[in-house]
């Protein structure tokens, strides 16, 4: 309980907050600009509020902030009202200050003209922004709201509902501008998906390794002193025999992984190895969270 308390604490201490809404709002800004700079000026609209603010902006000249505050401050309140859950101050503040940043971004000049060039670092930059923002606790507002208020009323998992608002804006570009544009909305649409995982969980290259063996203990020592890593005995047993074996788990580096491989075979020829990419590792010898 102890350990939970000070969980708890550390995660709403002032100092937290405080970075917290920094990236939130950090991380509107770089979002906002990669709209300004690469997705507006070349009719990518790549899904969410801030592709329908493409579109009519394109259309009749409106606004893109003026839209996505349209959009973002009634959803946020409808959402308030039918999701039956404490919406954060953060989610509020979100769907506010996108906008804002994208109406005080929006004298930039296109760095491109180039729609791929555009799709592609558009698509980095606003996965950027929305991974700093998630990193952050934060949200953006917009068709968020609407994917969950959606996935309560139809049991449609909370995917699907994103992916199916996200999709009918880029078929509406489609429509409206021409079916090659939402292509390299699409493009854009995979390229904010994948960098805001690697913001979310980092380049990691690391690898946990499996180990079967006869030589457990030897294995062991080899790991835990040679290589300089933890090392953890899982209990097993034989699919075929039944007998009871130890497994050993341990997390390496990609650089110590051949280390590894030549280290286990010196000391049993006959072991077993599986090797799994490893997502995120925090901890002593990795990465910090």
Not at 105 to 111: A, E, G, K
Not at 250 to 262: D, G, M, P, T, Y
Request: one cysteine or more; glycine letters at 10%.
């Amino acid at each position: 309980m102890a350990r939970k308390r000070r969980t708890a604490i550390q995660l709403n201490s002032p100092q937290r907050k405080v970075m917290e809404y920094g990236m939130l709002l950090f991380g509107s800004l770089v979002l906002a600009t990669s709209f300004n700079l690469f997705l507006n000026p070349n009719q990518i609209a790549s899904g969410g509020v801030s592709g329908v603010s493409t579109i009519l902006h394109n259309l009749f000249g409106f606004s893109p902030a003026v839209v996505q505050w349209a959009f973002n401050i009634p959803l946020f309140l409808l959402g308030l009202k039918l999701l039956d859950r404490q919406y954060s101050l953060k989610a509020a503040i979100g769907s506010i200050v996108l906008p804002l940043c994208v109406m005080l971004t929006s004298h930039l000049q296109p760095l491109t003209t180039n729609p791929l060039l555009a799709s592609i670092y558009g698509g980095i930059g606003v996965g950027l922004g929305i991974g700093i923002v998630f990193r952050g606790r934060g949200s953006t507002g917009g068709f968020a709201i609407a994917s969950q208020i959606l996935h309560k009323f139809t049991g449609i998992s909370l995917g699907v509902c994103v992916a199916v608002f996200d999709g009918l804006v880029i078929l509406l570009a489609g429509i409206v501008f021409d079916p090659e544009k939402a292509l390299y909305a699409l493009i854009a649409l995979f390229v904010t998906s994948k960098t805001i995982d690697i913001v979310q969980m980092g380049w990691n290259t690391s690898k946990v390794a499996y180990i079967i063996s006869n030589e457990t203990d030897l294995l062991r020592e080899t790991i835990l002193y040679d290589l300089d890593r933890g090392v953890t005995l899982l209990d097993g047993s034989g699919g075929y025999t039944g007998d009871a074996r130890k497994v050993l788990m341990a997390v390496v580096s990609q650089s110590e992984v051949s280390k590894l491989k030549i280290m286990v075979r010196s000391v049993d020829p006959d072991a077993f190895i599986i090797l799994c990419p490893a997502n995120e590792v925090l901890g002593e010898g990795f990465r910090v969270g």
